[in-house]
């Protein structure tokens, strides 16, 4: 069984930072794309970053981009989700997930495409 354990999130000011972890754990695995997902209240689960180990290529929602930014070794080691100049509507629960094959740019996109998911963290964002 593979775990994924995030950690990180918390409270925080308006313009401020946190750093997610996501952590793997459990049978040996092959991830080849590890991506965050948020979600909202009353809102659908939305791709937030994600980065493809066959390629070493990060990609961004637009309405994060240029302020986070997703990072790790490999997809057996942390990974990570920087995240800047936080806003009140990056509020959610934060999820990590792994797919164990080759993703398109647009499944990337898509939480369907992905096989293990942990359990969230909340961030919240105060104005």
């Known amino acids: 069984q593979v775990q994924l354990v995030e950690s990180g999130g918390g409270l925080v000011q308006a313009g401020g930072s946190l750093r997610l972890s996501c952590a793997a754990s459990?049978?040996?695995?092959?991830?080849?794309?590890t991506a965050w997902f948020r979600q909202a209240p009353g809102k659908d689960r939305e791709f937030a970053a994600a980065i493809s180990w066959s390629t070493g290529r990060s990609y961004y929602a637009d309405s994060v981009k240029g302020r986070f930014t997703i990072s790790g070794d490999n997809a057996k080691n942390p990974v990570y989700l920087q995240m800047n100049s936080l806003k009140p509507e990056d509020t959610a629960v934060y999820y990590c997930?792994?797919?164990?094959?080759?993703?398109?740019?647009?499944?990337?996109?898509?939480?369907?495409?992905?096989?293990?998911w942990g359990q969230g963290t909340q961030v919240t964002v105060s104005s």
């Open positions: 997930a792994a797919a164990n094959s080759v993703l398109t740019i647009s499944a990337i996109r898509n939480y369907r495409s992905y096989d293990y």
């Open positions: 459990g049978r040996t695995f092959s991830s080849y794309v």
